[in-house]
């Protein structure tokens, strides 16, 4: 039926009368109703090969579940490492995949939570036709508005998963703990969150950053892996062991960072914006730094003498900035501009691929740029006189899949004279 649906619609499409309009309405109708019960049946198989007492099974879900990229299922991976027999590993998988058909813990005593058990009870006993009357509850939309932005969930529903499947998994990865591992030293175990990307900071208040949340250090990110629960993670540390005290003094530089953010929130009684990361680089840190800066010379001609520190940023999932120059107006800090001067240039390279969202914008000019990893975008932030040009005005578009991580250098006025010649004409 479907592959006459462009047919009948380039028929009917130009024709006038009533008779021919009313038979393609009729038409999509049944298309779209054979496309959702196709839908329904791929989602029904799909959930019970995951539930299924059948490792083979299991894992055939688990692979088509990194085919989909998902930064919240990439922890599960079958090139696996446990530190438990096959039984016990096989009874750990069985109880959790029976957890997650749990409904929730409520108060019964709230109205709220009583019309929030109904509604799962609905759902989890209901028929696609059933579910979709439920969700014309605008309670329900609600509560469901923050998930659908949660990564996975945000593919799955785009994707048609019925309501109740989401819940489901939702109630799976709530409340978990993560174990890593290195060269066989197992770490504590880690609370993590439910909605908190894995590999990121796992929460409002412990903040743990160590070489797995720095995948350009690696040699093979691919070879990474992170487990939920009890399983651990193995990986080849091929260039960490290269640069493993620079990596060190990196993860102990953020980590005091973060400890002070979280100090100052929890005194003043201010929410943490868990989205984003940063943290700035001295030259000095490591010989690759020192080389990055090298090459950035070679390739502007402009020096780095006055350039600023590297400024390392990870965004989450949902992370963004609102649109800005990186220029200073004089009067913002007049002493630092008698320093260095203002910002001449931009040079911004991509340390990850984005599997969704997370594009660099100028809306001015019209121009955007999709993350890839170790590509670079360079610009001027002033004309050639000296003025600001306020066409690099850009933003970062909210990460909707996935991490990015970026690296910016800001390469400053002072000490480009002879190397980028001014201008009397103010817009040249």
């Known amino acids: 039926m479907l592959k006459h649906k462009h047919y009948l619609q380039n028929k009917y499409r130009h024709s006038k009368l009533e008779e021919d309009r009313i038979r393609l309405r009729s038409w999509n109708k049944l298309v779209q109703l054979e496309l959702n019960?196709?839908?329904?049946?791929?989602?029904?198989?799909?959930?019970?090969?995951?539930?299924?007492?059948?490792?083979?099974?299991?894992?055939?879900?688990?692979?088509?579940l990194n085919k989909k990229k998902s930064s919240n299922f990439s922890a599960i991976t079958e090139n696996n490492h446990m530190y438990k027999t096959s039984d016990e590993n096989f009874i750990t998988l069985l109880e959790h995949f029976s957890n997650r058909f749990t409904a929730p813990k409520l108060c019964i005593n709230n109205t709220t939570d009583v019309l929030a058990l109904n509604l799962w009870s609905k759902l989890s006993n209901s028929n696609q036709h059933d579910?979709?009357?439920?969700?014309?509850?605008?309670?329900?939309?609600?509560?469901?508005?923050?998930?659908?932005?949660?990564?996975?969930?945000?593919k799955l529903y785009q994707l048609n998963c019925p309501y109740a499947y989401l819940f489901w998994i939702i109630n799976y990865f709530k409340d978990r703990t993560i174990t890593l591992d290195y060269q066989g030293h197992l770490s504590k175990q880690v609370k993590v969150n439910r909605g908190t990307p894995q590999g990121?900071?796992?929460?409002?208040?412990?903040?743990?950053?160590?070489?797995?949340?720095?995948?350009?250090?690696?040699?093979?990110?691919?070879?990474?892996?992170?487990?939920?629960?009890?399983?651990?993670?193995?990986?080849?540390?091929?260039?960490?062991?290269?640069?493993?005290?620079?990596?060190?003094?990196?993860?102990?530089?953020?980590?005091?960072?973060?400890?002070?953010?979280?100090?100052?929130a929890e005194s003043n009684h201010q929410p943490i914006y868990n989205k984003k990361t940063d943290t700035w680089l001295r030259?000095?840190?490591?010989?690759?730094l020192v080389r990055l800066s090298q090459l950035i010379s070679a390739l502007t001609n402009l020096t780095m003498e006055t350039a600023e520190e590297v400024h390392v940023v990870n965004y989450g999932v949902g992370g963004y900035y609102s649109p800005h120059v990186d220029f200073y107006h004089k009067w913002e800090n007049p002493a630092y501009f008698r320093k260095a001067g203002n910002r001449i240039a931009t040079w911004m390279t991509y340390m990850s691929?984005?599997?969704?969202?997370?594009?660099?914008?100028?809306?001015?000019?019209?121009?955007?740029?999709?993350?890839?990893?170790?590509?670079?975008?360079?610009?001027?932030?002033?004309?050639?006189?000296?003025?600001?040009?306020?066409?690099?005005?850009h933003a970062t578009c909210p990460v909707l899949i996935g991490n990015k991580w970026v690296a910016t250098k800001w390469i400053h006025e002072h000490g480009q004279e002879f190397r980028r010649r001014c201008s009397l004409d103010p817009m040249v």
């Open 37 to 64: 019960s196709f839908r329904q049946n791929n989602w029904n198989i799909f959930i019970s090969q995951a539930a299924s007492p059948n490792p083979k099974h299991f894992w055939q879900t688990v692979k088509c």
């Open 353 to 393: 691929d984005v599997e969704w969202g997370g594009a660099t914008v100028f809306p001015l000019s019209g121009g955007h740029i999709v993350p890839k990893k170790g590509s670079t975008v360079f610009w001027y932030n002033l004309n050639a006189s000296g003025e600001a040009d306020y066409r690099t005005l």
């Open 131 to 154: 579910i979709e009357l439920v969700c014309e509850n605008s309670d329900l939309k609600f509560s469901t508005h923050d998930l659908k932005h949660q990564g996975f969930i945000l």
């Open 283 to 288: 030259d000095e840190d490591s010989p690759v």
């Open 200 to 264: 990121s900071c796992f929460g409002p208040k412990t903040y743990i950053v160590n070489h797995f949340d720095l995948p350009s250090i690696f040699d093979c990110p691919s070879e990474v892996h992170l487990y939920v629960d009890d399983l651990a993670i193995l990986f080849s540390p091929s260039i960490y062991l290269k640069y493993a005290q620079q990596v060190d003094e990196i993860e102990t530089r953020i980590n005091k960072d973060l400890l002070k953010l979280a100090n100052y």
